[in-house]
């Protein structure tokens, strides 16, 4: 008896109040302020992580606007961000400026900029527009070939060609992805919303201790594609 009540109790509830979706962001938003609050009091060096998903790194404050793991704190990076000014000393985000409107982007840019102490650090990791160029110009270089041949298998599936329209289709539009930046654009949101000193790094490596080796997405992509995909970029305040 018991069930079919609980069966139009969710019919109700989520055709008329509420989506299970709507929920998930909700208990999310009401923990927010208890991990904000207990990572600053276990860590001096404040350092943001945006768009972790589960992919959470120790010592970073890990925040998501659809958190994957209850150690990831809610934030909508297009919106104010919760700290101070003047207040992290770090900033790291991967794959995720893509996935917000370029206005979205300048946004959490011009926050990472207003949060960050003088002389803090952020470090953008996304995919390069001159990579969608490669594969378009030059489609048989091996490395090139293997980074689609990984596109259609994982994404896209057997009944379709190894072909360079598929990968690129594949990136601009399964994914959510919004504004794909090319190394000049990303470099030009990032002096706008104040930074200087911009500079390109590969994967891993870093001027700075504190930003090396933090990239996670080789993990779902494989060492040589994310090589080939991802483009990193530094900035100091």
């Not at 120790?58 to 704190?73: C, H, Q, S, Y």
């Not at 090139?144 to 072909?163: E, H, S």
């Not at 470099?187 to 090396?212: E, I, Y």
Request: proline share 5%.
């Amino acid at each position: 008896m018991l069930e079919p009540l609980k069966k139009v109790y969710r019919k109700i509830k989520y055709g008329f109040f509420t989506t299970p979706q709507r929920e998930y962001i909700n208990f999310h938003k009401r923990r927010q302020q208890m991990l904000l609050d207990a990572y600053r009091k276990t860590n001096a060096v404040r350092k943001l992580q945006i768009g972790a998903q589960s992919n959470s790194i120790e010592g970073w404050l890990n925040v998501d606007i659809l958190p994957k793991a209850n150690t990831v704190a809610y934030m909508d990076a297009t919106e104010t961000f919760p700290f101070e000014s003047n207040s992290l000393d770090y900033v790291f985000s991967e794959h995720m400026i893509e996935h917000v409107s370029y206005e979205g982007g300048r946004k959490m840019l011009q926050e990472c900029y207003r949060t960050l102490k003088p002389g803090g650090k952020i470090r953008i990791a996304t995919p390069d527009l001159q990579t969608v160029v490669r594969v378009l110009a030059d489609s048989q270089d091996p490395a090139v070939q293997r980074y689609i041949r990984f596109y259609v298998d994982r994404f896209v599936g057997p009944t379709v060609p190894y072909d360079p329209a598929q990968m690129v289709n594949t990136l601009f539009y399964q994914f959510g992805h919004q504004f794909v930046y090319n190394e000049s654009s990303l470099t030009h949101a990032l002096q706008q919303a104040g930074f200087t000193q911009v500079r390109r790094c590969a994967v891993g490596v870093s001027d700075d201790p504190m930003l090396r080796n933090v990239e996670q997405h080789m993990v779902e992509m494989g060492e040589a594609n994310n090589a080939l995909e991802t483009m990193i970029l530094e900035a100091t305040k």
